[in-house]
């Protein structure tokens, strides 16, 4: 059974680099059927994809986001990361992984890792 | 300010069938772009509920049940039980802004 579980070093600062990391076990990130992607949860708030990357290393980000954020993979670890730059209180969130079917503009998202909180305060 | 609009709240009596819609616009739902569901019960991550507009996962009771219509979308819920109490979310995609998955702005369904 595929797992995603995220892992990141704690609260970050305003102005710093948010940086997390998804390990995927039960399945390997080199399957050419699926996207990997992060999606995110402000408290009390509705979800917003943050973007999604292929493992041959294609990416697509949310076009609200591009400027600040990259995804990348390591196929040897079978984790991919984020991270995303200049955080400000607004980027405090709940941050999952999950996987993405590769069927395009008509894709899901399924299964979803657990969510790591990430505070961004000074 | 969501791409796809969901009503915040519906609630019903245990048994009871409620709906939670998901509008959208010409450039998503209307665009012919699938519209998924998800349940996201309180304290973990969001499950998926339905995909394709209209298809249960394997394990998803088929008291849950999906449709689309035009630029809208619809979840329903049959038999409502009080496991039942979550937020669910539609997720589609809009083509607007180059490649761009969107999510509604959630529901909270409250079993009286």
């Known amino acids: 059974q595929l797992q995603l579980q995220e892992s990141g070093p704690g609260p970050v600062k305003p102005s710093e680099t948010l940086s997390l990391t998804c390990t995927v076990s039960?399945?390997?990130?080199?399957?050419?059927?699926?996207?990997w992607g992060w999606i995110r949860q402000p408290p009390g708030k509705g979800l917003e994809w943050i973007g999604s990357?292929?493992?041959?290393?294609?990416?697509y980000y949310n076009p609200s986001l591009k400027s600040r954020v990259t995804i990348s993979v390591d196929t040897s670890k079978n984790q991919f990361s984020l991270k995303l730059t200049s955080v400000t209180a607004a980027d405090t969130a709940v941050y999952y992984c999950?996987?993405?079917?590769?069927?395009?503009?008509?894709?899901?998202?399924?299964?979803w890792g657990q969510g790591t909180l990430v505070t961004v305060s000074s | 300010q969501s791409v796809l609009t969901q009503p915040p709240s519906v609630s019903g009596a245990p048994g009871q069938r409620v709906t939670i819609s998901c509008t959208g616009s010409?450039?998503?739902?209307?665009?012919?772009?699938?519209v998924h569901w998800y349940q996201q019960l309180p304290g973990t991550a969001p499950k998926l509920l339905i995909y394709?507009?209209?298809n249960r996962p394997s394990g998803v009771p088929d008291r849950f049940s999906g449709s689309k219509s035009g630029t809208s979308a619809s979840l329903a819920i049959t038999g409502l039980q009080a496991e039942d109490e979550a937020d669910y979310y539609c997720?589609?995609?809009?083509?607007?802004?180059?490649?761009?998955?969107?999510f509604g702005g959630g529901t909270k369904l409250t079993v009286l």
């Open positions: 999950a996987r993405q079917n590769d069927y395009g503009d008509l894709s899901w998202f399924d299964p």
């Open positions: 039960g399945g390997s990130i080199s399957s050419s059927s699926y996207y």
């Open positions: 394709g507009n209209s």
């Open positions: 010409s450039s998503n739902i209307g665009a012919g772009y699938d």
């Open positions: 997720q589609s995609y809009d083509s607007s802004l180059s490649v761009n998955w969107v």
């Open positions: 990357i292929y493992y041959s290393g294609s990416t």
